[in-house]
Nanobody, 119 residues
Framework: QVQLVESGGGLVQAGGSLRLSCVAS????????MGWYRQAPGKQRESVAG???????NYADSVKGRFTISRDNAKNTVFLQMNSLKPEDTAVYYC?????????????WGQGTQVTVSS
């Protein structure tokens, strides 16, 4: 019902920046919020940032002040601007979309994009 396509990952040096993009298609009207998760090898997947349809954003403490999540005007694309990157930010980053509870509350995932930060 909802497809998520991510882009923007890559290899950067510590202190550098990347911007991740996620384009949603399909049943756009069923999406309540979108966000980003990340998972490093041997680590639990963790929430990085999220944003609601109303524009409220929240961040993990580990990225607060460095990362910014935003949406486009059509509300079908989310971005994650990542500044002051650290080696510990290295992970596969996944875009997610959570559906409205009224429509089933489904959770959708992108394919993931690798972010590697070198020291």
């Amino acid at each position: 019902q909802v497809q998520l396509v991510e882009s923007g990952g890559g290899l950067v040096q510590a202190g550098g920046s990347l911007r991740l993009s996620c384009v949603a298609s399909g049943s756009i009207n069923s999406i309540a919020s979108m966000g980003w998760y990340r998972q490093a090898p041997g680590k639990q997947r963790e929430s990085v940032a999220g944003i609601t349809n109303g524009g409220r954003a929240n961040y993990a403490d580990s990225v607060k002040g460095r990362f910014t999540i935003s949406r486009d005007n059509a509300k079908n694309t989310v971005f994650l601007q990542m500044n002051s990157l650290k080696p510990e930010d290295t992970a596969v980053y996944y875009c997610n979309a959570d559906g409205l509870v009224l429509t089933g509350g489904h959770r959708y995932w992108g394919q993931g994009t690798q972010v590697t930060v070198s020291s």
